[in-house]
């Protein structure tokens, strides 16, 4: 064994065949985790918050079992109060845990409201960000005359009649690629504001209403503004073609309000 | 005005044709409510519990708001844990408050985890748990090889593969009237222990398995050793036509464990 090969080694944990950078990383690994996110802070850590947040609960999980401080990467930094059914967040490691092993270490461990649905190893130049081409983000509306006891963190709850017909017509306006920026957060420094809308379904079960949105991207509150918009439009507040006229504008004063965080739900990222 | 109408107006708030036992209870109103089970010691107050109980959360919220003292009749007293989605009970009282108003009061006031659906002015001899013809409680499973984050609190979690199939067949077993003794919990005394059931449903929907089973009523922990019993059938700890045996036998220790009070849902009263 040639001198190099050993000292990749001793960084590794793992043998490689080359010392680039690349191998010091050693193995890539992609979680897919569902959580609660009523009592955190969002997935990311916030300054002056007094709740703990997502990734720092699952890093200092995995330090635990793997030894090794590291850092995950997430696909979309929800807020505080978002759910996730299958957010996405890699690390690398050179830990040689088992995936199945790592799977099982990880629920136990980790709190019941943030559960580890998948462990896969993925290529080094996977990231859970930059590699997504779509993310789906669901927006849960209780309309009847009562709140629900038994969904009180996952819904939001809407107690007046809404037209679901003009909802869906309305809501194809926004289909396709748009500057985006009369359904960002207004207190928010400007990142590129055009993304790429793919789907957006509603549809009614019972009591229940669910926004589907696919997009290649999300401006900061931007699912929750539309769903927000939407409720409006359901209520009759707004007259036909609106959706488009607000998008045209650019201008967020003209949009509905912004939802409750509870409603929200990231659901799936596709890459 | 007689001296006798004066007085019964006094005494009931309302005015009464006869001076009888029923003119003192005034109205007597039914409520469905629907609960999460998770923070409370049940629906009944539970000596040397340091939970409330759901019960007296109600008492008191109706006490503020009429301003009168009354008492719930409950359908089913459900343990420490156990949910419901339409719980059915009955109070007495001579206050007039319009029962819309009632209900939004209610809601107003109540903790977010217990809400009333339904408000309704029902005859004198209404009784929630005599009056009931039936009741159908929910045992709810989540069938895959990690817990849930979202459901946390309100499925039980089995990894082990089920037999969905044999499930089904056996619990058919107990239909019709029976002796329910084998699924009774051992440290209760004794009541009635014929029970009819009129329907054992077991469905899958995604991870989700739901065991629904509709009876003239209950024995203390019944639903949840039913469940526990088949749990074990479908994972094929039982030999064939075992649920009939045990049944048979009267005997608690041949049938299954007691599962969680999480999975367990009170869905309907039927009257």
């Not at 107690?159 to 207190?187: C, V, W």
Request: aromatic share 8%; glycine share 6%; charged share 30%.
């Amino acid at each position: 064994m040639s001198r190099i090969q050993k000292s990749s080694i001793v960084r590794c944990g793992i043998p490689q065949r080359n010392n680039n950078k690349r191998c010091l990383r050693g193995r890539n690994i992609k979680l897919e985790i569902e959580y609660d996110g009523t009592n955190y802070c969002g997935w990311q850590v916030q300054k002056n918050s007094r709740k703990k947040s997502i990734q720092e609960v699952i890093e200092k999980t995995l330090r635990k079992i793997i030894g090794e401080k590291v850092k995950l990467i997430a696909a979309g930094r929800t807020d505080a109060g978002v759910h996730a059914l299958a957010q996405v967040a890699n690390f690398f490691t050179r830990s040689k845990i088992p995936k199945a092993r790592l799977k099982i270490a990880l629920n136990g461990l980790l709190p019941k409201d943030i559960k580890v649905a998948r462990v896969n190893d993925v290529s080094l130049n996977f990231h859970s960000r930059f590699s997504a081409k779509a993310k789906v983000y669901r927006y849960t509306i209780l309309n009847r005359d009562y709140s629900s006891a038994l969904l009180k963190d996952q819904v939001y709850y809407c107690p007046y009649t809404l037209d679901i017909g003009a909802m869906r017509r309305e809501s194809q306006a926004l289909l396709g690629k748009h500057n985006f920026l009369a359904f960002k957060a207004a207190d928010k420094k400007a990142k590129n504001p055009f993304k790429r809308i793919n789907r957006i379904s509603i549809t009614k079960k019972g009591d229940l209403i669910r926004i589907d949105i696919e997009a290649d991207g999300f401006l900061y509150n931007m699912a929750r503004n539309i769903a927000g918009t939407l409720i409006e439009i359901g209520r009759g507040r707004f007259v036909k073609a609106s959706l488009k006229r607000i998008l045209a504008s650019k201008n967020r004063r003209l949009a509905g309000p912004t939802l409750d965080a509870r409603g929200l739900c990231l659901v799936r990222v596709k890459y």
